[in-house]
């Protein structure tokens, strides 16, 4: 197998570094605090977020120590946040972590070895303690994953462009840490964005909605919000088109779909898949106001297999 290009964060065991650890992977969504321009020219295929070693001793030390890994796809370009996103933004209504990507949560592995009994090369494990050493910000590395991935039970496939990408299907769902409880109303949820208080997660999704429906309408179609399978009908003279609408406060990563909205992707000859990212959501219930959001159109849209994974099921109850 061929090298592969990572990005190595180390996150803290603070309260706050394991609440938005647990944020991240719930939304999807991961940041840093140094400016986007200091990552011009960044690439990379995965991310490894590593937590549960202190950071600051030399690397003979280092490498002696065991740590927890979040090992995550990369995806889509780094990009400049706007909206406060992880629970201390929002607490204080300001950008902490301007740099910003999409992850993909694959595998999580525990209590492995940082030294040369386990998966990371000692390059690698040494880019987690100098990125613990510079407050989070990652720190990209090249190696072969092959002992990682055999460690995780997954096989990546090549693009096109001979990008590594593990299939989401053949992953399993990886929870976020256990946090305590948080009160009735709270910003946290799971999910591409997703929000406990429905309220807000209805002004989330009321927000999406009003900008596709401009958008589709500036292009010349009519539009009819449906809701159920899909959010938006349009039509012209002799031609119709559906749109499954999403809203996220975090990045363009992936997105939660029913069983009937994948159905009817599938079925349907013209659907479009309309995601806003980014979405600022200011105010405390039940008076949320919102405003800007990034669009991603992917049109044509039919999920394949590989790129669904289920996190859920359905339990029959014995007779």
């Known amino acids: 197998m061929s090298e592969s290009s990572f990005l190595m964060v180390h996150v803290s065991q603070t309260a706050a570094g394991q609440d938005n650890l647990s944020f991240g992977l719930e939304t999807r969504t991961w940041g840093f605090p140094n400016p986007l321009e200091n990552y011009a020219g960044t690439k990379m295929d995965f991310v490894i977020l590593g937590t549960g070693a202190p950071p600051r001793v030399g690397l003979e030390i280092w490498l002696r120590n065991r740590i927890n890994l979040y090992v995550c796809q990369a995806v889509g370009d780094l990009y400049e946040g706007t909206a406060p996103h992880w629970p201390d933004e929002i607490e204080d209504q300001h950008v902490k972590y301007p740099t910003r990507f999409g992850i993909e949560p694959l595998a999580t592995l525990v209590d492995v070895p940082l030294g040369p009994t386990g998966p990371l090369p000692e390059a690698a494990s040494d880019a987690i303690r100098r990125s613990g050493v510079d407050r989070g910000n990652g720190k990209p590395v090249r190696f072969d994953p092959e002992q990682l991935f055999k460690l995780m039970g997954v096989t990546p496939r090549r693009t096109s462009a001979g990008a590594?990408?593990?299939?989401?299907?053949?992953?399993?769902?990886?929870?976020?840490?256990?946090?305590?409880?948080?009160?009735?109303?709270?910003?946290?949820?799971?999910?591409?964005?997703?929000?406990?208080?429905?309220?807000?997660?209805?002004?989330?999704?009321?927000?999406?909605?009003?900008?596709?429906?401009?958008?589709?309408?500036?292009?010349?179609?009519?539009?009819?919000?449906?809701?159920?399978?899909?959010?938006?009908?349009?039509?012209?003279?002799?031609?119709?088109?559906?749109?499954?609408?999403?809203?996220?406060?975090?990045?363009?990563?992936?997105?939660?779909?029913?069983?009937?909205?994948?159905?009817?992707?599938?079925?349907?000859?013209?659907?479009?898949?309309?995601?806003?990212?980014?979405?600022?959501?200011?105010?405390?219930?039940?008076?949320?106001?919102?405003?800007?959001?990034?669009?991603?159109?992917?049109?044509?849209?039919?999920?394949?297999?590989?790129?669904?994974r289920p996190t859920r099921f359905e339990y029959r109850i014995p007779s």
């Open 164 to 308: 590594a990408v593990i299939p989401l299907s053949r992953t399993r769902f990886v929870p976020p840490p256990v946090q305590p409880k948080r009160p009735r109303g709270s910003i946290h949820g799971t999910g591409a964005g997703r929000q406990i208080d429905p309220r807000k997660r209805q002004a989330i999704e009321r927000h999406a909605v009003d900008l596709a429906i401009r958008h589709y309408e500036q292009a010349g179609w009519t539009v009819e919000e449906i809701g159920k399978p899909y959010d938006l009908r349009l039509t012209k003279p002799g031609a119709e088109r559906h749109v499954e609408v999403k809203g996220t406060t975090g990045a363009p990563t992936s997105v939660e779909l029913t069983a009937n909205e994948v159905r009817h992707a599938r079925e349907f000859p013209d659907v479009d898949l309309f995601v806003v990212s980014d979405i600022t959501v200011k105010g405390s219930p039940p008076d949320f106001t919102t405003s800007g959001g990034n669009v991603t159109l992917v049109p044509n849209w039919e999920p394949a297999e590989e790129d669904l």
